[in-house]
């Protein structure tokens, strides 16, 4: 009755933005969630690739729990511990030389189009401003992040767009190359991208277009708000292709949970910004900072959880393919890197997620025909035997 009570007042008094499911979350500890009626579920979805340390994680928790006794809030008018040590720690462990902080992975987008641009005008060409993203992107729903996302489907009824977006073929270096003009400015893509299906590109891509990049004196933004805080098995994704960006944007896993984003930059692009340029009254609050200083010191403490993560995608690769042995014409193709894997089916998802979510799995479908899974990068074997036992049964009933 409480939860029939709770789901009348969601479409009563809740704006109609999301399609969700009948169920009300009330309670998380690692791997596992429970409903408001006390139903157990195990979280393949991690709150959409946030909740990298698992839920409620002890550390995150009494580190929330220590700053909220000292200080919530201050203005960005003045300085706030927590955001610096949160920074140093970036400085120290990434390309990066300057970090500006924001709430979301679409602020932080915004943040990195706005300090390209603003680099781009003094140091490229006053006529530069254009940026270049893929096809199939995903960068956000904020109105400058939507035009740079490749997809039409999230565009639609929003028009007029923010001008100075291009589109090109993902993994298609001489596509990049036809479409600079003398005022591009920047390149924005995702290292893998997520919402789009899970596609990898071939290895040597992002260094084609790094070289691009260099070439004609243009910005390589990297937007890691899905493949970055170790979710890729590496602290960040393009760790694994050989190359940096100039400036990159963070959110989801950063905050253990708690709504943070960050764009990084290294110091030549970092100095086109001053004073006033940009600014977020809740960037970089304390709060927010204590929990993310927390949870990069347990990401990154002695690699266990990046070692975790990637024996974890070896085995659940493994598992993976038995499936697809067993089900030949259902499953096409496995792909991904670490735990953002993608198992691309022969037909639509949607009624598979809720078969699952019936006996007591979150799972998530993106593209339509793409099982998604981006769970806690704690997560076990058993946690995916279990995955794989209700797979094998719900593909079974539809064979
Ligand atoms: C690559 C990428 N960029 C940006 C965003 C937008 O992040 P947010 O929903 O926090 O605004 C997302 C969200 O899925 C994303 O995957």
Same mark, same amino acid.
């Given at each position: 009755?409480?939860?029939?009570?709770?789901?009348?007042?969601?479409?009563?008094?809740?704006?109609?933005?999301?399609?969700?499911?009948?169920?009300?979350?009330?309670?998380?500890?690692?791997?596992?969630?429970?409903?408001?009626?006390?139903?157990?579920?195990?979280?393949?979805?991690?709150?959409?690739?946030?909740?990298?340390?698992?839920?409620?994680?002890?550390?995150?928790?009494?580190?929330?729990?220590?700053?909220?006794?000292?200080?919530?809030?201050?203005?960005?008018?003045?300085?706030?511990?927590?955001?610096?040590?949160?920074?140093?720690?970036?400085?120290?462990?990434?390309?990066?030389?300057?970090?500006?902080?924001?709430?979301?992975?679409?602020?932080?987008?915004?943040?990195?189009?706005?300090?390209?641009?603003?680099?781009?005008?003094?140091?490229?060409?006053?006529?530069?401003?254009?940026?270049?993203?893929?096809?199939?992107?995903?960068?956000?729903?904020?109105?400058?992040?939507?035009?740079?996302?490749?997809?039409?489907?999230?565009?639609?009824?929003?028009?007029?767009?923010?001008?100075?977006?291009?589109?090109?073929?993902?993994?298609?270096?001489?596509?990049?190359?036809?479409?600079?003009?003398?005022?591009?400015?920047?390149?924005?893509?995702?290292?893998?991208?997520?919402?789009?299906?899970?596609?990898?590109?071939?290895?040597? #891509?992002?260094? $084609?277009?790094?070289?691009?990049?260099? +070439?004609?004196?243009?910005? &390589? @933004?990297? =937007?890691?708000?899905?493949? !970055?805080?170790?979710?890729?098995?590496?602290?960040?994704?393009?760790?694994?292709?050989?190359?940096?960006?100039?400036?990159?944007?963070?959110?989801?896993?950063?905050?253990?949970?708690?709504?943070?984003?960050?764009?990084?930059?290294?110091?030549?692009?970092?100095?086109?910004?001053?004073?006033?340029?940009?600014?977020?009254?809740?960037?970089?609050?304390?709060?927010?900072?204590?929990?993310?200083?927390?949870?990069?010191?347990?990401?990154?403490?002695?690699?266990?959880?990046?070692?975790?993560?990637?024996?974890?995608?070896? #085995?659940?690769? $493994?598992?993976?393919?038995?499936?697809? +042995?067993?089900?030949?014409? &259902? @499953?096409? =193709?496995?792909?991904?890197? !670490?735990?953002?894997?993608?198992?691309?089916?022969?037909?639509?998802?949607?009624?598979?997620?809720?078969?699952?979510?019936?006996?007591?799995?979150?799972?998530?479908?993106?593209?339509?025909?793409?099982?998604?899974?981006?769970?806690?990068?704690?997560?076990?074997?058993?946690?995916?035997?279990?995955?794989?036992?209700?797979?094998?049964?719900?593909?079974?009933?539809?064979?």
């Amino acid at each position: 009755m409480e939860v029939k009570k709770l789901l009348d007042e969601s479409s009563l008094y809740i704006m109609n933005t999301y399609k969700r499911f009948p169920i009300v979350l009330r309670k998380g500890r690692g791997m596992k969630v429970w409903g408001a009626d006390g139903k157990e579920y195990l979280d393949f979805v991690g709150g959409i690739a946030v909740n990298i340390l698992g839920h409620c994680h002890p550390r995150v928790v009494v580190a929330i729990q220590k700053q909220a006794q000292r200080l919530l809030h201050v203005s960005n008018f003045y300085h706030i511990g927590p955001q610096i040590r949160l920074a140093k720690l970036f400085v120290q462990h990434t390309f990066a030389d300057k970090v500006f902080f924001c709430n979301s992975g679409a602020e932080a987008v915004e943040a990195a189009i706005k300090l390209a641009r603003k680099y781009a005008k003094a140091n490229i060409g006053p006529e530069c401003f254009e940026i270049i993203t893929a096809e199939n992107s995903f960068h956000g729903r904020t109105l400058a992040a939507l035009t740079a996302t490749g997809q039409k489907k999230f565009q639609k009824g929003f028009e007029p767009l923010v001008p100075g977006f291009k589109h090109v073929l993902f993994n298609d270096a001489d596509a990049l190359r036809r479409t600079i003009t003398k005022e591009t400015c920047a390149i924005m893509l995702e290292p893998i991208q997520a919402e789009g299906g899970v596609i990898v590109p071939h290895k040597h #891509y992002l260094a $084609e277009v790094r070289k691009i990049c260099d +070439e004609h004196n243009l910005l &390589l @933004i990297l =937007d890691e708000v899905q493949t !970055g805080m170790g979710r890729t098995g590496k602290f960040f994704a393009h760790e694994h292709f050989g190359i940096t960006p100039d400036i990159m944007t963070v959110a989801k896993g950063l905050g253990g949970g708690v709504p943070i984003g960050a764009m990084l930059a290294t110091d030549k692009v970092a100095s086109a910004f001053h004073p006033g340029d940009h600014a977020s009254t809740f960037g970089g609050n304390p709060l927010v900072c204590a929990a993310a200083v927390a949870t990069i010191e347990t990401l990154l403490e002695d690699g266990f959880v990046l070692d975790q993560c990637n024996r974890m995608s070896e #085995y659940f690769v $493994e598992k993976l393919g038995n499936l697809r +042995e067993k089900f030949p014409p &259902l @499953i096409a =193709d496995i792909r991904g890197l !670490g735990l953002l894997l993608g198992v691309e089916l022969t037909r639509e998802c949607a009624a598979i997620v809720k078969e699952c979510l019936e006996m007591g799995m979150l799972i998530n479908c993106t593209a339509e025909k793409v099982l998604r899974f981006i769970p806690p990068l704690i997560i076990q074997k058993k946690d995916i035997d279990q995955l794989m036992d209700v797979l094998d049964n719900v593909f079974g009933k539809l064979m």
